[in-house]
Structures are given as structure tokens and as C-alpha cells.
């Protein structure tokens, strides 16, 4: 009797208490583009396919750090339940002035290395969420395999972008153990990944391209010029390669913003804080070929690569 009493006390509380509010989300891109939307709208269908109510404001910064820090304020006044962050510049910029807000980022390489969280481990604080880390030593294996007689590679990328920095660091240790030599060329914003390739692809065999947000936004600008010198292109991410490019072993955004998602769900539904989530990696990588452009430059991919592809583009 009593514990009929008791569900009936229950439920009636629950009517009282009405629906649930939905929870005040916002997502804040470090910019547009194909990988970083992906990974914002896994992050929403993460949350609808559990059925947690969510209202969304989102803002772009546009790659610029001043936009960011502006953005900042107005999420500041927005009161929100939880923060997105998508983008190493979103990341550092939300984590440096909220700390009484869950926030969790994600297309962040090293967010040890930006200084967002204290550890992968333990983050600390209010911030963890996921890491688009590329898996740089199968790239570089890659690369050798398919052309093994090479001896140097390119890598271009923005200096400012700390992201980018990480990756060209790790490729390169890698690079060496397998008798690469990594020639870099840093360019300082979009307007200069054309000329800057230039000088590159004159000196190497191949270019490898990271997750690199400037570089990325003028990917065609490499490419029409390696088209023109026969000049291999890998990619960290395999949404570029789709324009042209011979390989990739690509993570995919989509599966990385739903990962976030679950992540939310947990903050949002009260079973647990930023601070007792580690921050994670996605671990499906997929190996992407454009057999349209190696036919273009006249490089012959070995049929033990093609065997093991996820993806051929013809």
C-alpha cells in the first residue's frame, strides 16, 4: 500500500512539474567549412536521436581571433546550459572566460597543447569533449607505400593555428623514422596557400595536408597547381581528397560530433560533469582513395592499397 502510495505522490509531481525545458545549447564554430558543420550536426542528431530537447544558437567567427573573443561575450549574456565549441579558436577563447558553464569542444587536435584542459585524463574545470588527432603515423606508412622509392614530402600549413602545429610536429618525427624528409611551408592566411604551394610542390615529391582550417579553405588552390607538376597530394581528412588527391586516412566528423553528443547527454541529464569525462578520440578511421586523380598524374597506387580501401573515388 505504501508503495502504491509513494508512485502515486511520484507521479503526480511529475504532472505538476510539467515538461521538461528544453536545454539552451550553443554552438560556437571556429568556422565553415565541410568537416566542421559535419561535426556540429553529429552533435545535434547525437542529442535528437536520445530525445533530449534542445534549443540552439549558434555562432561563427570566421576564423578570426577578435570575432571570437567578441562571440565570446555575447554567450556570456546568453546564459546557455552548455557550450560547443568546434574548433581549436572557439575552444581556447570559450574555455578562457566561462568557467561556470559545461563546455565541451571537438575538432580540437591537442587540447592539452592549446591550453584548454589540463590533461586528456582528467580535464579539470567545466571543459573536455573530443580530439580529430589523425592517425599521422599510418599516413606517413601510407605515403611510402605508395611511393616508395620518395625521399622528401611537403607540408603546408598556418603557424597560428595550433592544431596544425601539433600535427606537422608529430608527422615529422614520424617522417624521419621512415626516411622522409618533411620540408614545411607556412603560409599566414588564405590569400597566400597559392604562392606558397608554389614554392613547395617545385621542391618536393609529394604534399601532405593536416586538418589545417587556412589551408583547407584554398585546398584548390594547391590543387590546380599539383595537377600541373604531377605532384602527389595526401590529406589528413578525406573531404579535400574528394576535389583531388591520391590518399587518406580520414576520421569521420559526422561519427566524431555524435561521440560529443553522448558526452552532452550525460552533462545535460545530470550524470556527470565535465571534470569526469576524459577527453576522446575517435577510433574508425576510414582509408579513402581518388584513383581519378592518380590516373591524372600518372601514379600507379600498388592493388595491395586498393584491396583495403573504404572509399575509391573514380
Known sequence: MKLRLAHLLFSCLIFIAGPALAAKVVIFQQNSNLYINQAASG????????????????????????EAAEIVRQIIADQPDLILAVGTIAAQTTAAKIKDVPILFTAVTDPVFAGVTQSWDKP????????????????????????PDITTVG??????????????????NISLGLGLKVVEAITPNKGG???????????????????????????ESILKFALTQKTPL?????????????????????????????MAIKILTNQAKPADLPVEKEDKFSLV?????????????????FERAQEIIQ
Open 124 to 147: 579539470e574545470g567545466n571543459v573536455t569533449g573530443t580530439s580529430d588527432l589523425s592517425p599521422l603515423a599510418d599516413q606517413a606508412a601510407l605515403i611510402k607505400e605508395i611511393q
Open 155 to 172: 607540408v603546408i600549413y598556418n603557424s597560428s593555428e595550433i592544431n596544425s602545429v601539433v600535427q606537422v610536429k608529430e608527422f615529422k
Open 43 to 66: 552533435f545535434k542528431d547525437s542529442l535528437s536521436k536520445a530525445g533530449l530537447e534542445a534549443s540552439y544558437k549558434n555562432y561563427n567567427a570566421q576564423n578570426d581571433r577578435s
Open 193 to 219: 596557400v597559392y604562392q606558397t604551394a608554389q614554392t613547395l610542390i617545385k621542391k618536393v615529391q609529394a604534399v601532405f595536408v593536416p586538418t589545417d582550417n587556412t589551408v583547407i579553405s584554398a585546398y
Open 289 to 305: 582513395l581518388n584513383a581519378k586523380y592518380s590516373n591524372l598524374i600518372g601514379l600507379k597506387i600498388p592493388e595491395k592499397v
Open 234 to 262: 595526401y590529406t589528413a581528412e578525406a573531404n579535400p581528397l574528394r576535389k583531388g588527391g591520391v590518399a587518406s586516412i580520414s576520421l569521420n566528423y559526422y561519427e566524431l560530433g555524435l561521440k560529443t553528443g553522448e
